[in-house]
């Protein structure tokens, strides 16, 4: 099944025009704390875009977190996720923690998958699925995806080849181009591919 994954830099999309080109779409909700300004300020407009168009979708937030409780915190990120997510008449099929910004890697494997399994055990908690969105180098090096999928968290990677990702978990969804371009949306867009149908895996 073939998506698409946008956020504010798409600008306004026409998702009536979009809808006959992808199966799905995953939409940036925001991005860090849990403050109104790192809301993303297309995040409401999209996802009825996509309600109103039948589109399924996930949503995602980027993660700057750095410890567990307080400011740039996995918590506070947990917060904006679910503050958002309660503005939102339907359920998306996933949310997603991207995790790729190179402020944490100092933080190490063990830490940043422990905030992975922290995002995905609270989202799952409030009743959605849960999972984690990043490239295939920081899949290998910074987060360890086996022990995130063991626990039935879905796994959201990124390659832009033609080959796929090579990391030590199945996948559910692979992003593989930045550069995509549909009708509808004004410049590039990331295209993805969905590997495992979580459209027909609802919780």
Request: aromatic fraction near 12%.
């Amino acid at each position: 099944m073939k998506g698409i994954d946008v956020s504010s830099w798409q600008s306004i999309i026409n998702w009536s025009e979009v809808k006959s080109q992808i199966d799905f779409a995953i939409i940036r909700l925001g991005y860090g704390d849990n403050i109104t300004k790192q809301d993303d300020k297309y995040f409401l407009r999209n996802v009825k875009g996509c309600i109103d168009n039948n589109i399924p979708f996930g949503v995602y937030i980027y993660s700057y977190a750095t410890n567990l409780g307080g400011n740039a915190s996995i918590q506070s990120e947990i917060d904006h996720c679910k503050r958002l997510l309660s503005q939102i008449s339907k359920k998306p099929f996933c949310v997603y923690i991207d995790m790729e910004d190179d402020s944490t890697v100092k933080l190490g494997k063990t830490l940043l998958t422990n905030f992975a399994l922290e995002f995905c055990k609270q989202i799952t908690q409030a009743g959605y699925k849960a999972g984690v969105y990043a490239n295939q180098n920081w899949f290998q090096n910074y987060l360890n995806p086996s022990t995130i999928a063991s626990y039935g968290y879905s796994i959201w990677c990124a390659k832009y080849s033609d080959n796929k990702p090579n990391i030590s978990s199945n996948y559910d969804i692979w992003q593989y181009s930045s550069s995509g371009r549909i009708n509808g949306i004004t410049g590039n867009v990331d295209m993805n591919v969905m590997v495992l149908n979580l459209l027909e895996k609802p919780l």
